[in-house]
């Protein structure tokens, strides 16, 4: 049916085709918010409705009292730009979110985390280094006791260095390496010691994992890949709680900490060698011997594939981390010319 309406003061008056006249007080009409280029409904208040195509007219007939929400949803409905706007901004936050607010969410839970935590999800992942055939180290007694002299002396006195544990391992399959467990247990092979041409090298590297402790990085780095909503739940709740026993130990395994956390640690490693007197050059040769022995030669980066635990391909030595610690030794030296 179509249907002609016009308005006379204050009623409202509809003649259908068919000659049929039909009269109500504006005041007795619900109009529906305008939204774009929908129809409007009229709500009359015999219960009947119309549906009419949007028109000026209308909001200057019913003075309704608009509320801001839906003139602001008008208005960006009705503007392409505010809405292509509107999308770059969710997106931009959700990477934003991703970027810091993840990480910073990490970081809180992971401080809460009791120490007790630390070590259950640690075993788990000595359990599955002992699939390596992960043996005490050949080492002379004396050696290692020297060796274990210069690391308590490297971490004397930093934050978190009580919980710190050097084991010295021969450890075949695993090669030269070193990596920190979530707990403070720093491990480092044989076979690294033999790589290394100075102790100096072994402890710049020994350094970079004190780093990973001080920092937290393999709770924060299972944190971060763990979900948003555990994640959540945690910082509301209970650090200990059980889900993160579930959940943690399958993310230890499976992670290698992140290139941010390579160059905290790194930056850790340069600050505390500076501060004992040594220059973060000895870790600059350490990782240029590393990149050699693991035939990356160019040191562009790449990952020690292991195949079997992504946890020990955490150290990349790239060319990035080698220049940084060069420019960390030369500033030094620089002060010291002054
Ligand atoms: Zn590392």
Known sequence: MCVRLRRLDAVLQ?????????????????????LASTPRTL??????????????LLDSWFSRPSSRIEAWVDRLERHRYAILTAAFLTVALAVAF???????????????IPESVEKSSSNQVVAALERLHI??????????RQLQADFRALVAGEPRAEQMQLLLVDAEAVGPNAFALPDGRIYMTDQLIELAQSDDELLA?????????VHRHGMRNALESTSIFLLVGLLLGDASGSSLAVALPATLLGNSFSRGHESEADAYAFDLLLRRGRSPEDFAVAMER????MDIGDGQGG??????????SSHPPSRARIEAAR????????QDAH
Request: negative net charge; aromatic residues 6%.
């Open 14 to 34: 509809m003649q259908a085709d068919s000659g049929e006249l039909r009269e109500w007080p504006l005041t007795g009409i619900r109009i529906s918010p305008r």
């Open 135 to 144: 043996k005490p180290s050949a080492l002379p007694e004396a050696r290692q």
């Open 98 to 112: 991703i970027q810091y607010g993840l990480p910073w969410a990490a970081l809180k839970v992971a401080e809460r």
């Open 327 to 334: 420019r960390a030794a030369q500033s030094k030296s620089g």
């Open 205 to 213: 590297i020994l350094a970079h994992e004190a780093g990973h402790h």
């Open 43 to 56: 709500k009359l208040p015999d219960g009947g409705w119309l549906e009419i195509p949007d028109d000026p």
């Open 303 to 312: 990952y020690l594939d292991d195949g079997v635990l992504g946890y020990l």
């Open 290 to 293: 590393i990149a050699t022995a």
